[in-house]
Protein backbone atom coordinates (compact mmCIF):
# COMPACT_ATOMS: atom_id res chain seq x y z
CA UNK A 1 0.00 0.00 0.00
CA UNK A 2 1.55 3.12 -0.75
CA UNK A 3 0.80 6.84 0.08
CA UNK A 4 1.35 10.36 -0.65
CA UNK A 5 0.64 13.16 1.52
CA UNK A 6 1.48 16.76 0.85
CA UNK A 7 5.16 17.03 1.12
CA UNK A 8 6.49 13.88 1.93
CA UNK A 9 6.00 10.16 0.62
CA UNK A 10 3.97 8.54 2.59
CA UNK A 11 4.34 4.70 2.30
CA UNK A 12 2.00 2.50 4.45
CA UNK A 13 3.34 -0.89 2.31
CA UNK A 14 6.63 -1.45 0.33
CA UNK A 15 5.36 -1.93 -2.97
CA UNK A 16 6.98 0.24 -5.65
CA UNK A 17 9.48 1.95 -3.43
CA UNK A 18 11.41 4.55 -5.07
CA UNK A 19 15.31 3.26 -5.68
CA UNK A 20 16.57 5.66 -2.65
CA UNK A 21 14.60 4.13 0.00
CA UNK A 22 15.62 0.52 1.30
CA UNK A 23 13.68 -2.52 0.04
CA UNK A 24 10.87 -3.60 2.29
CA UNK A 25 8.53 -6.41 1.56
CA UNK A 26 6.19 -6.19 -1.44
CA UNK A 27 2.13 -6.07 -1.11
CA UNK A 28 -0.38 -6.25 -3.76
CA UNK A 29 -2.27 -3.09 -3.31
CA UNK A 30 -1.49 0.55 -3.58
CA UNK A 31 -3.34 3.70 -2.19
CA UNK A 32 -2.07 6.61 -4.29
CA UNK A 33 -3.35 9.30 -1.22
CA UNK A 34 -3.81 9.83 2.35
CA UNK A 35 -4.46 13.75 3.10
CA UNK A 36 -5.57 15.24 6.08
CA UNK A 37 -9.20 15.27 6.73
CA UNK A 38 -9.43 19.34 7.96
CA UNK A 39 -13.55 19.36 7.92
CA UNK A 40 -13.79 17.14 10.54
CA UNK A 41 -11.04 17.07 13.00
CA UNK A 42 -12.35 19.46 15.47
CA UNK A 43 -15.56 16.83 15.95
CA UNK A 44 -12.99 14.29 16.32
CA UNK A 45 -10.48 16.12 18.63
CA UNK A 46 -13.19 17.22 21.24
CA UNK A 47 -14.18 13.16 21.41
CA UNK A 48 -10.76 12.13 21.66
CA UNK A 49 -10.26 14.32 25.15
CA UNK A 50 -12.45 11.80 26.64
CA UNK A 51 -9.93 8.70 25.79
CA UNK A 52 -10.30 5.73 27.83
CA UNK A 53 -6.98 4.24 28.93
CA UNK A 54 -8.63 0.44 30.57
CA UNK A 55 -6.07 -2.34 28.92
CA UNK A 56 -7.74 -4.90 26.36
CA UNK A 57 -7.58 -7.56 29.37
CA UNK A 58 -8.98 -6.41 32.61
CA UNK A 59 -12.16 -5.09 30.42
CA UNK A 60 -15.48 -6.60 30.74
CA UNK A 61 -18.70 -6.39 28.98
CA UNK A 62 -20.99 -3.82 30.96
CA UNK A 63 -24.62 -5.35 31.59
CA UNK A 64 -27.30 -4.70 28.45
CA UNK A 65 -24.54 -3.25 26.34
CA UNK A 66 -26.33 -1.17 23.35
CA UNK A 67 -25.63 -2.80 20.15
CA UNK A 68 -22.43 -1.22 18.06
CA UNK A 69 -22.59 -1.62 13.89
CA UNK A 70 -20.02 -0.70 11.50
CA UNK A 71 -21.06 -0.37 8.35
CA UNK A 72 -18.54 -0.36 5.18
CA UNK A 73 -19.22 0.01 1.40
CA UNK A 74 -16.79 0.24 -1.21
CA UNK A 75 -16.45 2.94 -4.64
CA UNK A 76 -14.75 1.06 -7.57
CA UNK A 77 -13.52 2.40 -10.22
CA UNK A 78 -12.14 -0.01 -13.04
CA UNK A 79 -8.92 0.26 -14.42
CA UNK A 80 -8.77 3.52 -16.77
CA UNK A 81 -6.22 2.04 -18.73
CA UNK A 82 -8.66 -0.41 -20.13
CA UNK A 83 -11.97 1.21 -19.23
CA UNK A 84 -11.02 4.81 -19.80
CA UNK A 85 -14.96 6.07 -19.89
CA UNK A 86 -16.56 3.75 -17.31
CA UNK A 87 -17.46 5.72 -13.92
CA UNK A 88 -17.00 4.45 -10.50
CA UNK A 89 -19.83 2.97 -9.20
CA UNK A 90 -20.88 1.62 -5.52
CA UNK A 91 -20.92 -1.95 -4.07
CA UNK A 92 -22.25 -2.87 -0.88
CA UNK A 93 -19.30 -5.55 -0.19
CA UNK A 94 -16.55 -7.39 -1.65
CA UNK A 95 -15.47 -8.04 -5.45
CA UNK A 96 -12.99 -9.96 -7.41
CA UNK A 97 -10.62 -6.48 -8.41
CA UNK A 98 -8.36 -6.87 -11.87
CA UNK A 99 -4.95 -5.43 -12.23
CA UNK A 100 -5.24 -1.43 -12.41
CA UNK A 101 -8.89 -1.26 -10.37
CA UNK A 102 -9.64 1.26 -8.15
CA UNK A 103 -11.21 1.06 -4.37
CA UNK A 104 -12.45 3.27 -1.98
CA UNK A 105 -13.82 2.04 1.58
CA UNK A 106 -16.37 3.94 3.33
CA UNK A 107 -17.20 3.16 6.89
CA UNK A 108 -19.47 4.12 9.72
CA UNK A 109 -20.03 3.51 13.31
CA UNK A 110 -23.21 3.66 15.15
CA UNK A 111 -21.56 3.99 18.76
CA UNK A 112 -18.54 6.26 19.59
CA UNK A 113 -15.25 4.18 20.05
CA UNK A 114 -12.29 3.72 18.64
CA UNK A 115 -11.37 2.30 14.82
CA UNK A 116 -8.37 1.12 13.70
CA UNK A 117 -8.06 -0.13 9.79
CA UNK A 118 -5.31 -2.76 9.36
CA UNK A 119 -4.12 -4.18 6.11
CA UNK A 120 -2.66 -8.44 6.25
CA UNK A 121 -0.61 -9.64 3.69
CA UNK A 122 -0.74 -13.39 2.62
CA UNK A 123 2.65 -13.01 2.72
CA UNK A 124 4.62 -14.49 6.26
CA UNK A 125 8.07 -13.20 7.74
CA UNK A 126 9.96 -15.27 10.43
CA UNK A 127 6.67 -17.14 10.71
CA UNK A 128 4.56 -13.81 11.14
CA UNK A 129 1.62 -12.08 8.79
CA UNK A 130 2.94 -8.75 7.38
CA UNK A 131 0.92 -6.24 8.21
CA UNK A 132 0.24 -2.30 7.70
CA UNK A 133 -1.58 0.54 9.70
CA UNK A 134 -3.91 2.07 7.08
CA UNK A 135 -6.04 4.48 9.90
CA UNK A 136 -5.80 6.25 11.68
CA UNK A 137 -3.54 8.52 10.10
CA UNK A 138 -0.83 10.71 12.19
CA UNK A 139 -1.34 13.50 10.42
CA UNK A 140 -5.31 13.60 11.36
CA UNK A 141 -6.57 14.93 14.83
CA UNK A 142 -3.03 14.10 16.29
CA UNK A 143 -3.07 10.71 15.38
CA UNK A 144 -6.33 9.89 17.05
CA UNK A 145 -8.35 6.72 16.46
CA UNK A 146 -11.60 7.99 18.58
CA UNK A 147 -14.25 8.28 16.01
CA UNK A 148 -17.61 9.60 17.14
CA UNK A 149 -20.81 7.66 16.39
CA UNK A 150 -22.72 8.42 13.13
CA UNK A 151 -19.22 9.84 11.65
CA UNK A 152 -18.65 8.68 8.18
CA UNK A 153 -15.13 7.30 7.56
CA UNK A 154 -13.59 7.47 3.37
CA UNK A 155 -10.41 5.30 3.34
CA UNK A 156 -8.28 6.73 1.46
CA UNK A 157 -9.08 9.65 3.20
CA UNK A 158 -9.87 12.65 0.89
CA UNK A 159 -7.46 15.41 -0.23
CA UNK A 160 -7.14 18.30 -2.70
CA UNK A 161 -7.22 16.05 -5.40
CA UNK A 162 -9.94 13.40 -5.61
CA UNK A 163 -8.01 11.25 -8.28
CA UNK A 164 -5.18 10.14 -6.37
CA UNK A 165 -7.93 8.78 -3.03
CA UNK A 166 -8.01 5.72 -4.24
CA UNK A 167 -6.42 1.73 -3.21
CA UNK A 168 -5.10 0.48 -6.69
CA UNK A 169 -4.86 -3.40 -7.04
CA UNK A 170 -1.94 -4.39 -9.06
CA UNK A 171 -0.39 -7.54 -11.05
CA UNK A 172 0.27 -9.68 -8.27
CA UNK A 173 -2.71 -12.35 -7.60
CA UNK A 174 -3.94 -13.14 -4.19
CA UNK A 175 -6.07 -12.65 -1.47
CA UNK A 176 -5.61 -9.94 1.37
CA UNK A 177 -7.56 -8.84 4.47
CA UNK A 178 -8.55 -5.73 5.50
CA UNK A 179 -9.31 -5.72 9.29
CA UNK A 180 -12.15 -3.20 9.97
CA UNK A 181 -11.42 -3.35 13.98
CA UNK A 182 -13.99 -0.85 16.37
CA UNK A 183 -13.61 -0.65 20.17
CA UNK A 184 -15.44 1.26 22.99
CA UNK A 185 -11.82 1.63 24.52
CA UNK A 186 -8.37 2.30 23.09
CA UNK A 187 -6.29 -1.12 22.65
CA UNK A 188 -2.73 -1.47 23.60
CA UNK A 189 -1.58 -3.83 20.77
CA UNK A 190 -3.29 -1.33 18.41
CA UNK A 191 -2.37 1.79 20.22
CA UNK A 192 1.40 0.65 19.74
CA UNK A 193 1.33 0.71 16.03
CA UNK A 194 -1.31 3.52 15.08
CA UNK A 195 1.38 6.13 14.55
CA UNK A 196 3.31 4.10 11.73
CA UNK A 197 1.29 5.86 9.05
CA UNK A 198 3.22 8.86 8.80
CA UNK A 199 5.93 9.19 6.37
CA UNK A 200 9.19 8.43 8.27
CA UNK A 201 7.65 4.45 9.64
CA UNK A 202 5.51 4.83 6.24
CA UNK A 203 2.35 2.35 7.99
CA UNK A 204 4.76 -0.26 8.16
CA UNK A 205 4.52 -2.54 11.31
CA UNK A 206 7.70 -3.69 11.12
CA UNK A 207 9.10 -4.67 14.62
CA UNK A 208 8.81 -8.56 15.12
CA UNK A 209 7.15 -8.21 18.19
CA UNK A 210 4.41 -5.64 17.67
CA UNK A 211 3.42 -8.34 14.34
CA UNK A 212 3.02 -11.27 17.34
CA UNK A 213 1.11 -8.83 19.72
CA UNK A 214 -1.18 -7.87 16.47
CA UNK A 215 -1.51 -11.29 15.19
CA UNK A 216 -2.12 -12.93 19.06
CA UNK A 217 -5.04 -10.21 19.56
CA UNK A 218 -6.57 -10.75 16.30
CA UNK A 219 -6.51 -14.77 16.94
CA UNK A 220 -8.23 -14.28 19.97
CA UNK A 221 -11.11 -12.53 18.14
CA UNK A 222 -14.11 -14.03 16.79
CA UNK A 223 -14.64 -12.03 13.82
CA UNK A 224 -18.72 -11.16 13.34
CA UNK A 225 -20.52 -12.24 10.77
CA UNK A 226 -21.36 -9.92 7.34
CA UNK A 227 -24.81 -8.96 7.29
CA UNK A 228 -25.84 -7.30 3.63
CA UNK A 229 -27.85 -4.46 4.60
CA UNK A 230 -29.60 -4.16 0.76
CA UNK A 231 -31.26 -0.75 1.81
CA UNK A 232 -28.10 0.75 2.67
CA UNK A 233 -26.12 -0.33 -0.01
CA UNK A 234 -23.81 -2.25 2.91
CA UNK A 235 -22.45 -5.00 4.53
CA UNK A 236 -22.65 -4.31 8.60
CA UNK A 237 -20.97 -6.13 11.12
CA UNK A 238 -23.12 -6.27 14.47
CA UNK A 239 -21.51 -6.78 18.64
CA UNK A 240 -23.25 -6.32 21.76
CA UNK A 241 -19.69 -6.27 23.24
CA UNK A 242 -17.03 -3.90 23.95
CA UNK A 243 -15.60 -4.87 20.52
CA UNK A 244 -16.34 -5.69 17.15
CA UNK A 245 -14.09 -7.22 14.71
CA UNK A 246 -14.99 -7.28 11.06
CA UNK A 247 -12.73 -8.86 7.94
CA UNK A 248 -12.61 -8.01 4.30
CA UNK A 249 -10.98 -9.58 1.71
CA UNK A 250 -9.87 -8.05 -1.11
CA UNK A 251 -9.33 -10.78 -3.91
CA UNK A 252 -7.84 -9.74 -7.23
CA UNK A 253 -6.26 -11.64 -10.01
Known amino acids: VVS ?18 PRRHKMALTVFAI ?25 QPPQNQ ?15 KIF ?49 ALFPISINNRGSAAVPAAHSLQIP ?7 RDWFMLDEEQGSETIWLIWSDAELPSLKAVKGLANPKHQG ?17 QTPSSPERDETGGRTVFKTNSNILVGQVKIEHH
Open 4 to 21: EIPGAALTISASNLRQDR
Open 204 to 220: VIGDADQRRALSQFLAA
Open 157 to 163: QPSRNPE
Open 66 to 80: VECQLGYSLTVRRNP
Open 35 to 59: AALGATALAWQTFSNNEDRRTESHR
Open 84 to 132: PNQESFSLPGELLFGAGDRVRFHISVTRNGYIYIVNQSPELRDGLPLYN
